[in-house]
């Protein structure tokens, strides 16, 4: 872990990967340092934003003793079902791809519950972890210039749904109506929630 001074009120801590990344956040979230506001996590890094005039030498010190352990069960969160029309224009390529086919897919997808592990490029976008490692492809080797909102897709180890219309290269299994952002509540997917997806006709 190495833990690097960002701003004056602000604290980066870089990690090896993703599960060190929810052990860390989790870990400091259960029982936050003195001064600590908000935990942001991302794929190899978690930020610690802290209370201007934090002594950020003891948040360091705080963080460096937490007991963060990889691969732990997470905790409680609450818990988010999002309905699917599993329709989308790649859900055939990703049968093939995964050796599933296209019900299997919708199975493997909707069989496992999968967690929001950080925010990502467009407010509401969250990137969901933890789900059915036979559905890791890679993403589209040409990105599309436009993919509709509501768009659920897939990339590498990750899921995710698009919040709003915009470019994109995950591979498009399905969609929902589901709103992912608002101004008056913020993201519907929270880092550390459980996800559940579940097929809808």
């Given at each position: 872990m190495k833990v690097l001074p960002c701003g004056d009120a602000g604290l980066l801590v870089e990690v090896d990967g993703l599960p060190e990344v929810l052990a860390l956040a989790d870990a400091v979230r259960a029982a936050p340092p003195d001064g600590v506001l908000d935990v942001v996590a991302a794929a190899r890094t978690v930020?610690?934003?802290v209370r201007p005039g934090t002594d950020l030498a003891a948040v360091r010190r705080a963080v460096l003793e937490l007991d963060v352990q990889p691969g732990a069960a997470p905790p409680d969160g609450e818990?988010?079902?999002i309905g699917v029309v599993y329709d989308g224009p790649d859900l055939e390529e990703v049968g093939e791809l995964t050796g599933l086919g296209a019900d299997?897919?919708?199975a493997a997808h909707t069989g496992t519950p999968?967690?929001?592990?950080f925010g990502g490029f467009?407010?509401?976008?969250?990137?969901?972890v933890g789900g059915d490692p036979r559905l890791e492809v890679a993403r589209r080797s040409e990105s599309r210039t436009s993919v509709p909102a509501g768009?659920?897709?897939l990339a590498g180890e990750f899921s995710g749904i698009y919040p709003r219309s915009s470019p994109g290269g995950w591979q498009l299994i399905g969609r929902t109506g589901a709103e992912l952002w608002n101004l008056d509540r913020g993201a519907l997917l929270q880092p550390g929630c459980t996800v559940v997806f579940r097929e809808i006709r």
């Open positions: 930020l610690l934003c818990r988010v079902e299997g897919v919708v999968w967690r929001a592990a467009a407010p509401g976008f969250a990137y969901l768009s659920v897709g």
